[in-house]
């Protein structure tokens, strides 16, 4: 006795994954993605602020707000989407990296709370 066999394949994914992919390239989605990453960037860098004092126990500067307020509105070139962050220092800060001089002869580190944010040039 034969076994008739029917096997009938049915693409319902497809559609939906090329529906998806246009949604993905629109720019009302890539605008909505931009300002949901600079939102997370921006509560990051707050959190930061909150939550890390000073590693000498001085005043704070308030470099991780700074940051915070630095982050810019993004652009969206087309294929990406780009968000900066101004700040200075914050690439030493994300990479590491090495403090160098480049207008005086020395670096001015502070050895008490009163000379914390200020530079030799200034006295």
Avoid at 88 to 99: E, N, R, W
Wanted: aromatic share 8%; charged share 15%.
């Amino acid at each position: 006795m034969p076994i008739q066999l029917t096997i009938d394949i049915r693409d319902a994914v497809t559609p939906q994954l090329r529906r998806l992919g246009a949604a993905l390239a629109s720019p009302a989605f890539r605008r909505a993605i931009g300002a949901a990453a600079r939102n997370t960037i921006i509560a990051h860098l707050s959190n930061l602020q909150s939550t890390r004092p000073n590693q000498h126990g001085w005043p704070r500067q308030g470099y991780w707000a700074s940051a915070a307020r630095s982050v810019t509105q993004p652009i969206d070139n087309g294929n990406a989407i780009v968000i900066g962050i101004q700040q200075v220092g914050i690439a030493l800060h994300y990479y590491g990296g090495t403090v160098t001089t480049k207008q005086s002869k020395y670096l001015t580190l502070p050895a008490v709370p009163e000379a914390y944010g200020k530079r030799l040039a200034y006295r």
